[in-house]
């Protein structure tokens, strides 16, 4: 069997073609060019024309027997009947609505109950508010259909509005409880008049129309999967879907997942509750990570330098270094303040360009162990963390990691784990063992250990951060 997965990712278009018989994987990748000005919001038929673009190449000349979806979570587009667009895709780092979140929050009794309902906080990240501000804007909502891009690019490829509850689960539109859209939701939200895509089990397919099979130079009538999020097929192909499994992505942005066998919710609110596949995933994410630091280095250093330049520049002696701020980007988890700014305390004019980078490095895992003492006091210690991401190309970064969590991490190796995932769904809706050598981690998977102090010396300089957390919390500053 021959399987085609096509990613729509943040960034970037992807594909990953995978023979069954001759266990042969290739890759390929392509960054999207997109015309906006605001890289968050995009045309997402251009989107889908490049996908598929990438998608024919990648299928030229082999008979692809099923083709598998991933994409981001949380992207809104709106559609008319016929698919034409009414809004252009709003994607995850949008965050239009955060001050319409932000008078939403006041109202604490609500953001419990609209956190319970769904597992989403109140937040500019999510569907549900940008729908509201849509609204609010003047936008006609009465019959428009609600897709995010990996959802669109399978209505455009079948001709079905279908989607997964695992991608629904991201939209701050469905119920925990249920599996279903919550009809309460959308009632005291003001959405009524929207329509929803249908939903189906992870494991559904649907005929490729004639169209889409035109343009991917593949037969019609070849099924195509449900969609799935990138996050919760991450968890996917690294085989990490047992309860107490943690995945740790450190890319774009960060991503701490732990797998559950229900949902669970932090009485603080500080984390969420998704639907992966195939289960239930608690966690807690970040909108600064790599941005942050490619940011510190072009900034820093200038965009000609390389990481690999900057690396010997880092140490590990006890030293006054500068607070970061990792909130470039605003703030997801755990404290949920779209409007929360990051940047430098305690600078001094002795800091030096090297300083203040590993400032960054340093306030970006601070912000993602923050994260991570909030998951474990809802679910316990996990059985074991696997980390991936853009980390790894920075073995300081990396042991820095280990040092400040304070636990031993497992590092995988495998690339694309999304795109593994989109994989192994597929081969489960075909009815075959997804756990194919191709996949499989030569030699076991390398492991970093932290050093326990250091550990001890991070945990004052996590305290460190608190307290800078707390002072430039936006809801205690002057207006």
């Not at 021959?2 to 290739?26: N, Y």
């Not at 009485?267 to 600064?288: E, I, N």
């Not at 605003?330 to 940047?343: F, H, K």
């Not at 980390?387 to 970064?397: K, T």
Request: glycine content about 10%; proline content about 6%; some cysteine.
């Amino acid at each position: 069997m021959i399987i085609l997965a096509l990613e729509a990712s943040t960034t970037s278009a992807k594909t990953m073609l995978f023979d069954t018989d001759s266990q042969e994987t290739q890759v390929r990748t392509r960054r999207f060019e997109i015309a906006s000005a605001d890289p968050a919001v995009r045309d997402g038929d251009s989107l889908f024309t490049q996908l598929m673009a990438l998608g024919r190449e990648a299928a030229a000349g082999r008979a692809v027997d099923l083709i598998a979806l991933s994409g981001t979570y949380h992207g809104l587009t709106l559609r008319r009947p016929d698919l034409s667009a009414l809004t252009p895709v709003q994607e995850w780092p949008h965050t239009g609505a955060q001050d319409l979140c932000a008078r939403l929050r006041e109202d604490e009794a609500f953001t419990a109950w609209f956190y319970k309902r769904t597992g989403c906080m109140v937040n500019a990240i999510y569907p549900a508010f940008k729908l509201m501000l849509l609204k609010e804007q003047g936008v006609p909502l009465e019959g428009a259909l609600v897709l995010d891009q990996n959802s669109l690019n399978f209505a455009r490829m079948t001709g079905r509005t279908w989607t997964s509850p695992a991608q629904a689960s991201g939209t701050g539109l469905l119920s925990t409880s249920s599996g279903d859209w919550d009809a309460e939701i959308v009632e005291r939200l003001g959405l009524q008049g929207v329509v929803l895509p249908e939903l189906h089990a992870s494991t559904d397919t649907a005929p490729l129309t004639a169209e889409a099979a035109t343009l991917l130079g593949l037969r019609p009538g070849t099924p195509v999967l449900l969609p799935g999020p990138d996050g919760g097929l991450s968890q996917v192909g690294d085989g990490a879907s047992q309860p107490g499994d943690m995945t740790f992505s450190m890319g774009t942005s960060g991503a701490l997942r732990f797998a559950a066998s229900a949902p669970v919710l932090s009485p603080r609110l500080s984390t969420w509750a998704y639907r992966s596949p195939v289960g239930w995933l608690s966690g807690a994410a970040t909108s600064g990570c790599t941005n942050c630091v490619d940011w510190a280095k072009d900034r820093l250093f200038g965009a000609a330098t390389s990481f690999e330049e900057i690396e010997p520049l880092l140490s590990t002696a006890k030293r006054d270094l500068p607070l970061f701020m990792p909130f470039l980007f605003g703030e997801r988890c755990p404290g949920w303040q779209d409007q929360r700014r990051g940047g430098f305390l305690e600078l001094q004019p002795r800091h030096s360009r090297a300083d203040m980078y590993q400032a960054v490095l340093h306030g970006v895992v601070f912000g993602l162990y923050h994260c991570y003492r909030e998951l474990i006091a809802v679910g316990g210690t996990p059985r074991r963390i696997l980390l991936s991401g853009g980390v790894l190309s920075s073995p300081f970064w990396t042991q820095l990691t280990a040092d400040v969590f304070g636990t031993e991490m497992e590092i995988s190796s495998l690339q694309h784990s999304s795109l593994v995932g989109a994989v192994r769904m597929a081969l489960l809706s075909a009815g075959l063992d997804d756990d194919q050598p191709a996949f499989r981690e030569a030699g076991g998977r390398r492991r970093v250990i932290p050093d326990m102090e250091r550990h001890a010396y991070y945990e004052g300089e996590f305290r460190r951060y608190l307290d800078g957390y707390a002072r430039t919390n936006p809801k205690e500053l002057p207006a």
